[in-house]
């Protein structure tokens, strides 16, 4: 079986404030804080699948029952 890629993964945050792991559904939610304005998600491995905003400022997460 082929190895893991472990190099680094370049994301495009300019702060950051708080991570989430919905490790159910395989995506990580990175917060920018106060001075940012959408949530970045990427899946487990690095890559950038999305994001949610315009957020005015997100800084507290958390994950509900159903993720």
Do not use: K
């Amino acid at each position: 079986s082929a190895a893991a890629d472990t190099s680094p993964m370049p994301l495009t945050l300019t702060s950051f404030a708080r991570i989430v792991v919905d490790q159910a559904h395989g995506h990580l939610f990175l917060s920018p804080g106060r001075l940012g304005s959408a949530v970045t998600v990427t899946d487990l491995a690095g890559p950038e699948v999305g994001r949610s905003g315009p957020i005015a400022g997100p800084t507290g997460m958390a994950l509900g029952r159903y993720g």
